[in-house]
């Protein structure tokens, strides 16, 4: 039997609210540690507790981190779940369960592993009776890293991490850990072929989840006031501001230079926030579709009265209240057109958690800077599950606080400005805070037709060249929003463009492509709207462009056909929504469904196999839209402050 190291995935089927969380993310961090690239994701139903859940830890000696469909590890401690489970198990996989769960096993093509769980605990005197359950699970934990050969003293480190020194609580699993271990080695004969072994491929990289790398970013971006309402799975982005805040904003005389505010509804939390947003704080709140959809009107008036405010977006599956703790990029086009009337969004789309970091700050500058909502679309499985990550890095320029008039600014022009005159041909105002001391300073904001004074106004001319100025604003934030990133292959023959959490499996399907089809391929990565220059640059070069996205309309490929018709015949969509994050199988499946042989077009729907249900063509748009060139605006800026 072949060693089979560092290269395989693992999964733990429990029930929710047992108490496994702190167990299986001490296997991730375990072997994160021995220096493995892995990731996490958590598959939790959406009631309290009781229904199955399941932990996913893929170990990848080549790095990859997005979703397998196969597991060839199965843990089963969960009797609702263990027929599953064991069906689960990929064939020469391994099948480790609780022995108390009597139940058949008919299958002769995997390792099968019993582990004495409750029997280990009752014998432990240091576990508390109500302790046993939890403490419980610990005891795969050992079982396993003896099985495999995951080191104990990165064990050992990986609860002190997470128990923050805690002696009793470290000692306590740690013995249930060295118990399962031990139990193990005197009584389990090893009959898989999974190890994992020591590496040096972690090194300086951390792991974090993207709601706290968004959490510290917009904390390190100046973040003043946060107004918010729980919902899955933007929450935890909040309750990370509340950690963190007290470490990293305070002052010497012991008071807050912050308030984090939970608000009654969503209604609020962002009425909330645009009137800290007005009033000169850099603010912000975080949601996912169902309260954003209660936040439109709000985010229009604050589209309408040019008013800087950050809204985080955590997309979950909808419509309606659709699967809560199941991921999607399914609200693009939403928030894109949010807002009745005509609206058009900032929206930035991290890619990874580094970026939820970067994105975090980088928000508020480009919020302030062109006065306007800007939306920060992340996922379920960005947010709340775990990724290696470089470390985050303090902001390297000045905020942007973007054109503020202070006193001595109004001095100087000598009351000659208006709150919604564009001086600069960007279409981008001036305005003052509440505070300023001028006497020229004031103004009334209005989210009813108003002229370049802020004055009340009906008039049909007034209104269409008010509206004619937010639209040149739109074009100037083409300068201002972060670059696509893109990565390159010498003799690419096809285009991929992708956004947020895909970026992983379409990395690794692009592996897959050039070492079994001999298809290569450029990548492009969007990471804003509206779109920028080497977006359209990208797409008329490649005359194969495949869309990569989680939602089933295609909603990117619907709006890159909106604002590049002229390559609209070129767009082949690649969109699956099912709620599981990405995985390279399905977007291989879903390109080479759709591929064409250009030597030999006879020949290719011979080549190409079977088309994955799901995967499904965008409905095609064709309304073109005008570009304007601008000049670029003056800037204004402060010091960045911790």
């Known amino acids: 039997m072949n060693k089979i190291v560092n290269d395989f995935s693992i999964i733990v089927g429990t029930k929710n609210g047992s108490g496994s969380s702190t167990a299986n993310n001490t296997i991730l961090r375990s072997i994160f540690k ?303 057109f949010m807002g009745h009337g005509d609206t058009q969004a900032v929206i930035l789309l991290p890619g990874d958690v580094y970026e939820c970091f970067e994105f975090g700050w980088k928000a508020f500058d480009i919020a302030e800077r062109l006065q306007t909502p800007v939306f920060v679309l992340s996922d379920l499985d960005m947010g709340m599950n775990q990724w290696m990550s470089k470390p985050f890095q303090y902001p390297d320029k000045p905020m942007d606080r973007g054109k503020i008039l202070w006193e001595k600014d109004l001095e100087e022009l000598k009351g000659n400005w208006a709150r919604y005159l564009d001086k600069d041909g960007d279409g981008i105002p001036y305005r003052t805070v509440p505070g300023n001391q001028h006497p020229m300073s004031a103004y009334f904001t209005r989210g009813t037709g108003h002229d370049e004074h802020a004055r009340y106004s009906e008039e049909a001319h007034v209104w269409y060249n008010n509206m004619e100025r937010l639209k040149r604003k739109y074009e100037t934030a083409r300068q201002y929003v972060p670059a696509p990133a893109l990565r390159e292959t010498k003799g690419a023959t096809i285009g991929i463009i992708g956004y947020g959490s895909t970026e992983a499996a379409i990395t690794e399907t692009m592996h897959q492509l050039e070492t079994e089809h001999g298809i290569k391929a450029d990548f492009l990565r969007i990471r804003a709207l509206p779109f920028t220059k080497e977006l359209g640059e990208f797409l008329s070069r490649h005359e194969q462009i495949f869309v990569v996205e989680m939602n089933r309309d295609g909603q990117m490929n619907q709006l890159l056909t909106i604002e590049y018709p002229q390559f609209a015949t070129r767009l082949k969509s690649v969109a699956y929504g099912d709620g599981m994050p990405a995985s390279a199988k399905w977007v291989r499946e879903g390109i080479l469904a759709k591929y064409e042989e250009k030597k030999a077009p006879a020949k290719a729907k011979a080549k190409a196999p079977a088309r994955r249900s799901g995967v499904r063509k965008a409905a095609v748009k064709s309304s073109a839209k005008k570009k304007s060139s601008v000049k670029s605006p003056a800037k204004k800026t402060s010091s960045r402050k911790k």
């Open 34 to 336: 021995m220096g493995v690239p892995v990731s996490g994701k958590n598959l939790f139903p959406s009631n309290i507790q009781g229904l199955p859940t399941w932990y996913t830890i893929r170990v990848s000696k080549d790095g990859f981190t997005a979703r397998r469909e196969v597991n060839e590890i199965v843990i089963a401690m969960n009797p609702d779940s263990f027929m599953r489970d064991l069906a689960s198990v990929a064939p020469g996989g391994a099948f480790f369960y609780a022995d108390d769960i009597k139940l058949p096993i008919n299958r002769t093509d995997i390792a099968v592993y019993p582990m004495p769980v409750k029997k280990l605990v009752r014998e432990d005197p240091n576990v508390p009776t109500d302790f046993r359950e939890l403490v419980g699970n610990m005891v795969y934990v050992g079982v396993l890293a003896q099985m495999i050969g995951i080191d104990l003293d990165k064990i050992q480190a990986a609860l002190e991490f997470h128990f923050k020194g805690k002696q009793k609580p470290i000692a306590m699993n740690m013995g249930a850990v060295r118990a399962g271990a031990e139990w193990a080695k005197a009584n389990l004969e090893k009959k898989d072929p999974f190890y994992v072994e020591p590496m040096d491929k972690t090194h300086g990289m951390i792991m974090a989840d993207g709601n706290t790398a968004a959490a510290i970013g917009s904390i390190f971006g100046g973040l003043q006031f946060a107004a918010w309402y729980p919902i899955t799975p933007a929450s935890s982005l909040a309750e990370a501001l509340n950690d963190y805040f007290p470490m990293l904003r305070k002052r010497e005389d012991g008071k807050h230079t912050y308030a984090v505010v939970q608000a009654e509804d969503e209604l609020a939390a962002i009425g909330m926030a645009i009137g800290a947003g007005w009033s000169g704080l850099r603010s912000m709140t975080s949601t996912s579709g169902p309260g954003l959809s209660l936040m439109t009107e709000f985010a229009g008036l604050a589209y309408f009265a040019e008013v800087p405010v950050v809204i985080w977006d955590v997309q979950r599956i909808g419509p309606s209240t659709g699967l809560p703790t199941r991921t999607s990029q399914g609200d693009l086009t939403f928030v894109n």
